[in-house]
């Protein structure tokens, strides 16, 4: 099973993917703990992403590549992986095929969680997190028994500056733009599949199962 996730900010789709990785042992593969990992060990691919972030540019796609590519060839890729993070552009997902291609690797699937945009804002908006314990409760989904205390230490709950209205209708604006041509990408190729992301957890992850059938390794 070698497939990309693709879904908005509050889509659930770490979730989805931890769910994944837990029931057929193969790898979510981010490029954001990917480019960390990198700088950490001082590899080759790490200086130079370094170099670029400490001169405040964007790290080049070859070099995002080239990491998926060495991440790619461990042992426990073998058996699939869940790309999570790359492409974020057409440009990238070319790219990225042909990587795949000359790997022997070709993607199965890009699989996109899809979330109506309010219910996305009220995911995002309504959290609310610990700050002693760290348990995250949603004022409209998952409410804690009294308001502003958590269930589970009786810590206070915060609401982070950046989950207000106004900064996630911008990042879910930036997300779209992004992603609508992607979408349009994989389903032109025949690689796309659409799983209704609203719902309990483990209700999506049967969707997603099913929407996967053809492509699953054994657990």
């Known amino acids: ?3 990309i996730l693709l879904g908005a900010p509050g889509s659930g789709k770490g979730t989805q993917a931890q769910k994944l990785v837990s029931q057929f042992r193969i790898p979510q593969v981010s490029t954001g703990d990917l480019l960390r990992a990198a700088v950490a060990a001082g590899s080759e691919l790490g200086q130079r992403a370094k170099a670029a972030m400490d001169a405040g540019e964007l790290v080049s796609d070859d ?3 080239g990491m998926i590519e060495e991440r790619l060839a461990q042992p426990d890729a073998e058996r699939g992986f869940i790309l999570d993070g790359f492409p974020r ?12 291609l000359s790997l022997n690797a070709p993607l199965d699937s890009a699989v996109l969680m899809d979330v109506d945009f309010d219910v996305l804002l009220k995911r995002l908006t309504g959290r609310r997190t610990c700050g002693e314990c760290g348990r995250v409760f949603n004022v409209y989904f998952f409410p804690p028994e009294t308001d502003g205390v958590c269930d589970k230490c009786a810590g206070k709950l915060v609401h982070r500056a950046d989950d207000n209205e106004e900064t996630i209708t911008q990042r879910l604006k930036v997300y ?3 992603t609508s041509p992607l979408v349009a990408f994989y389903e032109s190729r025949d ?11 483990d209700t999506v992850y049967a969707r997603l199962l099913s929407a996967l059938e053809s492509e699953l390794p054994e657990s």
């Open 1 to 3: 099973m070698r497939i």
């Open 63 to 65: 070099i995002v590549l």
């Open 89 to 100: 552009n057409v440009a990238q997902a070319e790219a990225l095929d042909g990587l795949l």
């Open 176 to 178: 779209e733009a992004q």
């Open 191 to 201: 690689k796309l599949k659409v799983v209704p992301a609203e719902g309990e957890i």
